[in-house]
């Protein structure tokens, strides 16, 4: 870099512009004054190199440089375009090939840590839960610091940590990245902007960090207003959405007006049309319906139906907005939930609830409203075909293109988390039947109703639940390893770690050993872990050992079912556990396919054809949604039965080879 020429300094003069001190602006070699003109110059500017020219959409084509624009205390890379800033640019680097057009101001006032360290109030809008977000905040770390305010030692560290990590990043100059696009936009006041990041039409860009790069670039559309935020990588967030407060994880969608305050966000989020309110937002919670408010709830996999809501009007001291809907929940339209309450996993929510219920000890159920009662139906999504197709989608639906990725989502829809949910759902069947007697028609819990059919089938569903998990585990463990004799076998089915006894938890996404989790806290608390780096790395761990971990676990609970241990295991003991396991499997996938059944009924034809021809019905559904026989999905499932069957009777040729 070098100071101006006079000569540069007259040409520049002759283009109108004017600097309030020439001997602080610095231009590359070489420099072409010819493109800046019109350039009102303060503080210290540096100039790169202007060399290329940028064709626009349409095909229009402009030079490299700087025009219309008043600029303080800034830094230009290589080819950039600067042009109409109809205020002022001021305290910014910008990088190499970067376009800037039409802009109202883009400007750092003070110093700022650009949205880290921004405190969000979620779950609870009168405080007490108040997360600070940062650059590299997980699911999982928002989780502990949401819920474990038990361990205030914990939070206190944790807290610091990250406030450490922002004050590492404040400065009183911005960044906007390479190869970045920021077209007709109004104000950007303390933002810092990541590589190939494409703004367009922003209205309000205010204190936060857009944290795009090459591998996945951020969209920022028309109308947006952003306040107190952090966007991670390859997110968009575009038709006058509103965010302020809010952390937005990776691979996240925002639009069609959608409404955000002071939320978390985690991967692969979409909300659209309609309105949250500081929630905890886990990966791939999905909302897509104008009328749907979320508010002070923590969810993940959640599908929210038209016009589901929840909230507390009762509120005396203060609003009580706390609720939660484990892993996997959908709410129908127009359901409603009075928090505080608990939604088990993978639980279908109909209707209007207003009676605090807990059906977290009853997994895979149907919530329903009837006559201003709710009743549960226990573990009958696990033979719905939605519920399959959920699990199925979720991994095919990552929109995560960036290398490095927060969240360590686990996909599994059966797991040491949901089984050791079946086992307690079982027995919390069990004993309200032999509590209430077997007789009864409706039976009770927590605030919720049960029918007596509902029951006994809830129990024998839970059974072939557990079963096929634990045939999985089994038969997963006998193909990875070879064997030829009964001790061989045996030595096969040893674990390859303590870790993985005991309770499970779903840390919103990262499924694990509650025991590892607490080790982790121990380690924050006593300063084993002292940065958010270290932190990561050993949930990273958690989550790459999750099968060792469940092999553990799931040993634990066939040793119980075969009443000895694994070094004493006989090959009739293993036999009947993988024909239980075929049956279960097999039972289950008839379920599904009997479920899916029902979309091409009679019924499913309303609605099809023209002028009531039963026939033209027919020939109308069929020419929309295809055959029952032919869909993609049912062949999937009688592949599946195949499959399965197969490795069965595969499994238990080998093990009677070692008799």
């Known amino acids: 870099m070098r100071n101006l020429t006079q000569a540069e300094i007259e040409q520049l003069k002759s283009q109108r512009c004017c600097a309030q001190d020439w001997t602080q602006i610095e231009v590359a070699e070489p420099f072409h004054a010819e493109y800046i003109q019109d350039v009102a110059f303060s503080g210290k500017v540096r100039i790169g190199r202007l060399q290329t020219e940028y064709t626009l959409p349409g095909g229009f084509v402009v030079h490299s440089g700087i025009y219309r624009a008043s600029i303080h205390n800034c830094e230009f890379g290589d080819n950039v375009h600067i042009y109409n800033v109809h205020n002022y640019m001021a305290n910014y680097r910008v990088g190499d090939n970067t376009c800037i057009e039409n802009v109202n101001s883009i400007v750092v006032d003070g110093t700022s840590t650009f949205g880290n360290g921004v405190r969000v109030p979620v779950m609870n809008e009168g405080g007490g839960r108040e997360i600070p977000i940062f650059d590299n905040l997980s699911a999982h770390l928002a989780y502990i610091l949401t819920l474990y305010r038990h361990r205030p030692d914990v939070i206190n560290r944790l807290t610091a940590m990250i406030d450490a990590y922002a004050e590492t990043q404040r400065s009183g100059m911005g960044s906007i990245g390479a190869n970045v696009r920021i077209i007709n936009c109004g104000s950007l006041k303390n933002v810092r902007i990541g590589d190939c990041a494409q703004i367009g039409g922003a209205s309000v860009l205010k204190n936060g960090s857009i944290n795009s790069n090459a ?6 559309g028309s109308g947006v207003k952003c306040n107190d935020f952090i966007i991670c990588s390859g997110v968009s967030i575009t038709d006058s959405t509103l965010v302020s ?18 939320s978390l966000f985690f991967s692969n989020c979409q909300g659209f049309h309609g309105e949250a309110t500081a929630i905890f937002a886990g990966p791939y919670t999905v909302t897509h319906h104008k009328s749907t408010l979320l508010i002070a709830g923590m969810f993940s996999f959640l599908n929210a139906g038209s016009g589901s809501n929840q909230s507390n009007h009762m509120y005396k001291l203060g609003p009580i907005h706390q609720g939660m809907a484990e892993r996997g929940a959908k709410t129908t339209s127009d359901s409603y939930l009075l928090w505080p309450a608990k939604v088990g996993a993978f639980t279908l929510v109909m209707g209007r609830h207003t009676k605090h219920s807990d059906t977290s000890a009853l997994p895979f159920s149907y919530l329903i409203e009837n006559a201003t009662e709710s009743y549960i139906v226990p573990a009958v999504n696990l033979r719905s075909v939605g519920t399959i197709r959920d699990a199925q989608k979720w991994p095919k639906r990552d929109n995560r293109k960036d290398s490095h990725q927060l969240d360590l989502i686990n996909y599994n829809l059966l797991s040491p988390y949901t089984i050791q949910k079946m086992y307690q759902g079982q027995q919390v069947l069990q004993q309200i039947m032999h509590l209430s007697g077997e007789g009864t028609e409706v ?6 109703k ?20 634990l045939g999985n585990s089994l038969i997963s463990r006998l193909s990875q390893t070879e064997w030829s004799s009964i001790a061989e076998l045996r030595q096969a089915l040893r674990p390859d770690s303590p870790v993985g006894l005991g309770e499970w938890i779903d840390c919103s996404g990262l499924i694990a050993p509650k025991s590892e989790i607490m080790r982790l806290l121990d380690d924050i608390e006593t300063g084993v872990l002292a940065t958010p780096e270290q932190i ?19 040993l634990e609970r066939l040793e119980t079912l075969w009443g000895k241990a694994a070094e004493e295991v006989e090959v009739d003991d293993l036999l009947r556990t993988v024909e239980a396991w075929k049956e279960a499997v097999v039972s289950l996938d008839k379920m599904v396919y009997e479920d899916a059944k029902k979309e091409f009924s009679l019924n499913a034809h309303t609605g099809f054809g023209a002028d009531g021809d039963a026939m033209q019905n027919s020939l ?10 032919s869909n993609a999905f049912v062949l999937a499932v009688l592949e599946h039965i195949r499959k399965k069957s197969e490795l069965g009777e595969q499994i238990i040729r080998q093990i009677k080879s070692v008799q």
């Open 215 to 220: 591998e996945a670039p951020v969209k920022i």
């Open 245 to 262: 407060k809010c952390f937005v994880g990776q691979g996240c969608e925002m639009g069609k007006h959608y409404s955000a305050l002071e």
């Open 443 to 448: 039976y009770s819990y927590q605030n919720c």
């Open 450 to 469: 049960i029918r007596n059919s509902s029951l006994r089938k809830g129990i024998d569903l839970y059974g072939i639940g557990i079963m096929k998990f």
């Open 536 to 554: 990561q790395t050993r949930l990273e761990n958690i989550h790459s050992n999750y099968y060792s971990y469940e092999w553990t676990w799931a």
């Open 620 to 629: 109308d559904f069929e020419n929309v949604r295809g055959r029952f026989e």
